[in-house]
């Protein structure tokens, strides 16, 4: 009966949602027309720059740590708004926007909720998400798409092994910029070397 309820009140405000991004489309769309495509791209890059720098990651792998990203989730809407604003109909700017919400505030909260059940589901559902999007931009783009799939497979796969595997040849320096350590010689103490 919960569960019932939970879902009427989420299929609620998804609809209230959706009625209000209809609503405000027209709006939405000519938000930015006096502002240059170059001046909106370049605010689009770097905001999402931002939203990458200052996303809380944790927030997906641990279940006690509560969500931090606000700044993040406000650039990233900031940007999804910019982009927004250059779509040729009110439908295509209320289908951003709500593709917005679900990717950077609402998806999350899924990712966190497929975490805490199984981390092999979480692992797929990355794998899903990844795959998805690299078949999305190589229809739109081959070279962006083999450009993506490169970068994807050196952060996930080659740099984690290769850190991996150069672990085993480091070697610990000891130097005079090291931290002192205490040292107990019958009734006298030294420090980093030197009596007390």
């Known amino acids: 009966r919960e ?14 949602l959706a009625v209000m991004l209809c609503a405000l489309s027209p709006v939405l769309r000519t938000l930015t027309q006096t502002i240059s495509d170059d001046t909106v791209a370049a605010m689009a890059f770097s905001l999402l720059s931002l939203h990458l720098l ?14 931090s990203g606000s700044v993040s989730l406000n650039a990233a809407m900031f940007v999804s708004v910019l982009l927004a604003s250059r779509c040729s109909s009110n439908l295509h700017v209320a289908l951003l ?10 998806a999350p909260h899924v990712y966190r909720r497929i975490r805490r059940a199984s981390v092999g589901a979480h692992l797929c559902a990355a794998s899903v998400t990844m795959l998805a999007a690299l078949w999305l931009l190589y229809r739109i783009n081959p070279v962006l798409g ?3 799939g490169v970068s994807e497979a050196l952060i996930t796969l080659v740099f ?7 672990q085993r040849y480091k070697n610990r320096i000891n130097g ?3 931290e002192a350590v205490p ?9 980093g070397g030197a009596r007390l």
């Open 183 to 191: 040292t107990s010689r019958g009734d006298r103490f030294a420090v």
């Open 97 to 106: 926007i709500f593709l917005a919400v679900e990717t950077f505030a609402l």
């Open 176 to 178: 005079a910029w090291d």
């Open 3 to 16: 569960v019932a309820a939970a879902t009427g009140d989420s299929a609620r405000e998804g609809l209230v």
């Open 160 to 166: 984690p092994a290769t850190f991996m595997f150069i």
């Open 146 to 148: 083999a450009a993506f």
């Open 54 to 67: 200052l996303h809380d990651y944790r927030f997906v792998n641990n279940s006690d740590v509560p969500f």
